[in-house]
């Protein structure tokens, strides 16, 4: 049974453009959750989504910071205007239940040049 | 608000050495607590965890007791390992949440 898998693993982008980083969750599992992590710092919760659902957002940024977990295919995190301060690790985790035990990914560290 | 606070890094050691690295919290409900380990390159990993007053969590040697009077949950294991280098986290979710609550990691190093 894999484990959470996210892409790209790294990612660098120049200020301004737009990030994308994906997260597909373990077989079965239907919640996902992105946190983040700044350097020196311990991992922050953005955002809670279950299929076609957004069902917690109190962690994520109010501007540029968007996601998505469609019915079909990876949870999309997305940053638009990318600027320096976005620079950090992003992880996912997934839970088949809500609340449960969370199962983290390798995270994306996205670097903002 | 909800919090951990954890020693801070990095922690070296040498091999067979006793470890303890301490987590405090802060908690507005009735929170579980976890330890969760992140080895080079890979996700975290839930190490060990406990979910009321006085228990125990323990796993791989290491142990942890849920101590509500002094909002604890200390990390310890006995003899240390190469193999046991990696970042400790320590966390806690309120048990009507959905969110976890993480502290900034402890980066050990084992030397042999």
């Known amino acids: 049974n894999a484990g959470v898998m996210q892409n790209p693993r790294h990612l660098v982008r120049r200020r301004g453009q737009e990030a994308r980083l994906r997260c597909s969750p373990m077989?079965?599992?239907?919640?996902v959750y992105w946190y983040r992590q700044l350097p020196e710092e311990g991992l922050k919760f953005m955002v809670y989504?279950?299929?076609?659902?957004?069902?917690?957002e109190s962690g994520m940024p109010k501007e540029r910071f968007s996601a998505e977990f469609p019915k079909e295919g990876p949870s999309i995190l997305r940053i638009q205007q990318v600027v320096r301060g976005d620079s950090a690790a992003y992880f996912c985790?997934?839970?088949?239940?809500?609340?449960?035990?969370?199962?983290f990914g390798p995270g994306t560290r996205l670097t903002v040049t | 608000g909800d919090s951990v606070t954890q020693m801070e890094g990095p922690v070296t050691l040498s091999e067979e050495a006793f470890l303890t690295i301490n987590c405090t919290y802060t908690?507005?409900?009735?929170?579980?607590l976890f330890w969760y380990v992140q080895y080079p390159g890979e996700g975290l990993q839930l190490l060990l965890k406990a979910t009321k007053a006085d228990d125990k969590g323990s796993n791989k040697g290491f142990e942890a007791t849920y101590r509500k009077e002094t909002t604890s949950f200390h990390l310890e294991k006995g003899s240390v390992q190469v193999s046991d280098s990696a970042v400790y986290f320590c966390?806690?979710?309120?048990?009507?949440?959905?969110?976890?609550?993480f502290g900034t990691g402890t980066s050990l190093t084992v030397i042999p």
């Open positions: 908690a507005t409900g009735y929170p579980s």
């Open positions: 077989k079965g599992h239907s919640h």
């Open positions: 966390a806690l979710r309120i048990n009507t949440g959905n969110q976890f609550y």
């Open positions: 985790a997934s839970s088949p239940l809500s609340p449960y035990e969370q199962y």
């Open positions: 989504l279950q299929k076609e659902n957004i069902i917690d």
